[in-house]
């Protein structure tokens, strides 16, 4: 019961911290999927334990946009939030439930600043922000200078307009270019408008509004949804024009229209909204505290699809880690095609209950491999279990430290050291031209190579080789080649190789920067008695990262497999940078995304921009000087565009080398 009410507090305040910084801040850290999840996790966990919810807990008001700078308004309705989902499916079986035989509307959600325009007498007398659903700012000033907002109306009742105040991606464009690219994106451009201390600031600004709902306690006579738009539209409201009415039978149909068409529209949305049409119904389904029981958003997500799970298998890594992956029915997502989806670990199978079976998001998020993401249908065959033991060793599979995953500890299993054969080998490691994973896999199984030191041993069985069916004299010529020219690899690639705990590519350069130049002084320092502290001294490297360096290179296993290596004329230095005079970077940030055709693997092209004197981050920040973009660039690309980085292809980098005399071979 304690853990549950921390856990409450926990998910309130980080929901409340996301809310702060995207309402009030406009600096979002988590896309909207990721903040809906939390919001989802706690509406669940608060379903499961009603007795200790908090009258303040989030679910219990729409996130606040309150700033200090106006009048507050106490809103005569309840300005209530939407639930949303992500899935077709899931919005059809909610509607289907709640009735199949009605009408609903189906229309834009229009992504920009939520409005509610109060009129009274025929004329605009407030028009107050969302606020916190209760109280909002009231900008009256400010939403006054909208130039499609009817100031004055023939209605004399009261009346009450729930609009969203946007803007189109044309204006937007053309508004941050003089602007100098100031801003991020057309919705937080337009919450800070809005906001504006002077009346005259906002109406420099191309806002426009779009109506979607009314209320008065005055007008009885429309029994639709459709009938009040048809109201407001009399009464010169901006009505979205895509608002269609169509019972359930018709979704399927109408939503895909719609996903369709969101690319070719010019003003921002981030789905659909789906009410039901009869006022009468709508009254009697009333509110919960943070939205309406009659209506729904369909939130887009192009990186998103929907899926089921045909089967789920899971390896032994060179590390140990046992990692569950998902076979799923094929989807196109960003333009490929995805056929499996990483399940994590088995605490992330029992939080999002997945099982065989089971229909599924599953999203893929800039380079990273798709994952499961949320469950929408349980499987029928229940929760899925990983093995308890190691399916190759059968050793019993354990926690080590705090971390989720579950590792075989035995050195010697044979999915361990196969997976680190073929992990050597890779092009991002020694890059062993013809021993690639299939090659490997076939000689490990045949015992022609059962250690990293029998790669360097294997042109020993040349002939043998040559005589094999599927090798040949060709084959085995490009192999044994492949194997003598790894042996000049520099120390930077040969270190990460080995695969020991803490040390990747990342340790090894901080390693050389700090003024290392081969393994003998490493190790000698990992073994002095002023190793711990010369290591820490070094920036970058932090305690866990320099413990795992002093066992790695006090262990005798590793320092045997060293000097093996060493015997089979393996180099274990660094070679010298050749820091050029000309430093035409100095200076510069630069990140590096997607793959390249002269640069493989694209470490050759970090490379370049270091020796000029450049320097290169993993993440495109407003810092970034230019973002190299390769083939198949994922969402660094997309941010820089958002942040008018300097971007460059390949060629265009290639000749911007060129016309500096840098050669990149
Ligand atoms: P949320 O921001 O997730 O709470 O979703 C609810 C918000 O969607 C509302 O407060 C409106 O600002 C916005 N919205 C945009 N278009 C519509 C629409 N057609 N119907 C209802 N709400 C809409
Ligand atoms: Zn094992």
Redesign the pocket.
């Known amino acids: 019961m304690k853990d549950v009410r921390k856990e409450l507090e926990r998910l309130s305040s980080e929901i409340e911290e996301h809310q702060y910084l995207y309402y009030v801040k406009n600096q979002p850290k988590i896309s909207d999927l990721e903040f809906?999840q939390l919001f989802s996790k706690l509406q669940k966990l608060e379903s499961e334990y009603p007795e200790l919810v908090s009258p303040n807990s989030p679910t219990r008001r729409?996130?606040s946009d309150l700033s200090n700078d106006f009048k507050k308004f106490n809103h005569k309705i309840p300005?209530?939030?939407?639930e949303?989902t992500y899935s077709t499916q899931e919005l059809i079986d909610w509607a289907t439930k709640l009735d199949l035989d009605e009408l609903y509307s189906l229309?834009?959600?229009?992504?920009?600043?939520?409005i509610v325009l109060y009129y009274r007498n025929g004329s605009l007398e407030h028009a107050v922000t969302?606020g916190t659903g209760g109280v909002g700012d009231d900008i009256t000033e400010n939403i006054r200078t909208i130039k499609n907002i009817p100031l004055r109306i023939k209605e004399k009742s009261e009346l009450i307009v729930?609009g969203?105040v946007y803007m189109t991606f044309t204006d937007f464009e053309e508004f941050n270019k003089e602007n100098s690219g100031k801003y991020a994106n057309p919705r937080n451009l337009v919450s800070g408008s809005i906001k504006q201390k002077h009346s005259y600031q906002v109406a420099s600004r191309p806002l426009k509004i779009?109506v979607?709902?009314a209320f008065s306690p005055e007008i009885k006579k429309f029994s639709t949804h459709s009938d009040w738009m048809d109201f407001l539209k009399l009464m010169k409201f901006p009505v979205?024009e895509d608002m269609e009415f169509h019972k359930v039978s018709n979704f399927s149909k109408i939503i895909e229209k719609f996903r369709k068409k969101k690319e070719k529209l010019n003003f921002p949305?981030d789905g659909?909204?789906i009410?039901l049409n009869s006022m009468k119904r709508r009254e009697i389904l009333g509110n919960t505290t943070h939205?309406p029981r009659w209506?729904r958003?369909l939130k887009f997500d192009a990186t998103l699809k929907e899926t089921i799970i045909l089967d789920i298998d899971f390896a032994i890594g060179r590390t140990g880690k046992i990692t569950p992956r998902a076979k799923i029915e094929p989807v196109e997502l960003l333009g490929t095609t995805v056929t499996y989806a990483t399940l994590h670990n088995q605490d992330y199978i029992n939080e999002k209950k997945i099982g065989i079976g089971a229909r599924v998001l599953v999203a893929k998020r800039g380079e990273i491999i798709p994952a499961v993401e949320e469950v929408l249908e349980i499987s029928k065959q229940g929760i899925f279990r990983l093995p308890d033991r190691c399916p190759t060793c059968s050793t019993k599979l354990i926690k080590i430290d705090e971390s989720v995953d579950y590792f075989c500890t035995n050195t010697k299993c044979k999915a361990r050291v196969l997976n680190s054969l073929i992990f050597f080998c890779q092009k991002k490691q020694m890059d062993i031209e013809g021993l690639g994973e299939k090659q490997i896999t076939n000689f490990f199984e045949t015992e022609t190579i059962q250690s990293i030191p029998d790669i360097y041993d294997l042109h020993l069985k040349r002939e043998e080789l040559e005589n094999r069916e599927g090798l040949g004299k060709k084959s085995v010529d490009i192999i044994l080649k492949g194997i003598e020219v790894s042996k000049n690899k520099d120390l930077r690639f040969l270190l990460p190789s080995l695969g020991f705990s803490e040390i990747g590519h990342r340790v090894t350069e901080f390693l050389r920067d700090a003024g290392y130049k081969n393994i003998d002084e490493i190790i000698q320092v990992a073994q002095s008695e002023s190793g711990r502290d010369r290591f820490l001294s070094i920036h970058g490297l932090g305690e866990r990262t320099v413990d795992s360096i002093l066992s790695v290179f006090q262990n005798p296993i590793h320092l045997k497999l060293i000097s093996d290596l060493k015997e089979r004329g393996l180099k274990f230095s660094f070679d010298e940078i050749n820091k050029s005079k000309e430093q035409i970077f100095s200076g510069q940030t630069w990140c590096i995304t997607g793959s390249f055709d002269n640069f493989q693997p694209r470490e050759k092209a970090v490379e370049i921009i270091k020796i000029y004197g450049g320097s290169v981050t993993t993440s495109v920040t407003n810092k970034t000087s230019v973002l190299l973009a390769g083939e198949k660039a994922g969402s660094k690309l997309d941010k820089a565009q958002k942040l008018n980085t300097k971007i460059l292809n390949e060629s265009e980098f290639l000749d911007l080398l060129k016309s500096f005399g840098i050669k990149w071979d």
Do not use: C, F, I
Not at 79 to 82: A, C, D, E, G, N
Not at 107 to 114: L, N
């Open positions: 809906d729409v996130g300005v209530l939030s939407l949303n229309e834009w959600k229009v992504d920009g600043a939520s969302r729930r969203e779009v979607y709902d979205s949305t659909m909204v009410k939205s209506a958003a």
